[in-house]
């Protein structure tokens, strides 16, 4: 079975702090797809980035960098200089090859980040 | 404007009300989800639509009960609600049921069953 695990359920930071999300997964797949989305206080999810199993490249845009590990199951997102705008609760979420086109999203808990001025 | 609109934002209703939830998507997806996320857990998927037919339902209750009327168009209809109900409800569509396939989320419907 699917499962994504986000240890962090709150974090707070001074501004311009470097800070780290974590999220773990088990899948028995080796077809996977991995994302991380962002709800701000609005209510709405926004999609930050995708991952498939295949490709291990770190990758960073902008202030955000992610960092996935097949070694260690984990696909973790770091924000650099973090800002109050980054407020928000962050999911990392897996989504697994179903065959038919049967997409499950599987969510973690979330991490709640506050970043304070 | 997040390209997908729910309605209401916010609901207060009692146990005995009948209530729908409505999303709309301006994307041009072929499938629309709904999810619940409470307090202190995770979203949990409750129902998925692709093309207008449901293909997924989650064990949800039968006094949750969704229509899709078209591929743009996703009600969530309440009737009998309890307290533990309470939640917000995310609309979510994608380009299609794909696993690799980003999801786009409305703003929710934060209901109050009282």
């Known amino acids: 079975a699917q499962k994504v695990t986000q240890a962090q359920t709150e974090i707070s930071v001074v501004e311009k702090e470097d800070v780290t999300l974590d999220c773990v997964y088990e899948t028995r797949d080796t077809t996977y797809y991995l994302f991380w989305y962002k709800q701000p206080p609005s209510g709405e999810l926004v999609f930050l980035i995708r991952r498939n199993s295949f490709d291990e490249q770190n990758e960073i845009s902008g202030r955000y960098s992610w960092n996935f590990q097949k070694s260690t199951s984990s696909f973790n997102f770091t924000i650099t200089a973090s800002q109050v705008v980054d407020s928000a609760v962050y999911f990392c979420a897996l989504s697994e090859a179903r065959g038919g086109g049967s997409e499950k999203l599987v969510f973690g808990k979330g991490t709640k980040l506050t970043v304070n001025p | 404007e997040t390209g997908v609109t729910q309605t209401p934002r916010h609901l207060v209703m009692g146990m005995t009300n009948k209530k729908s939830l409505k999303c709309e998507q301006h994307?041009?997806?072929?499938?629309m989800y709904w999810y619940k996320q409470s307090a202190k857990k995770p979203l949990e998927l409750m129902f998925v639509y692709s093309l207008e037919e449901r293909v997924e339902n989650n064990s949800v209750p039968s006094r949750f009960s969704p229509e899709c009327p078209n591929s743009s168009h996703l009600f969530l209809h309440l009737h009998t609600l309890q307290p533990e109900d309470s939640a917000l409800y995310l609309c979510a569509s994608s380009h299609t049921l794909l696993y690799n396939t980003e999801a786009f989320f409305g703003q929710g419907t934060r209901l109050t069953v009282v």
């Open positions: 994307l041009g997806h072929n499938a």
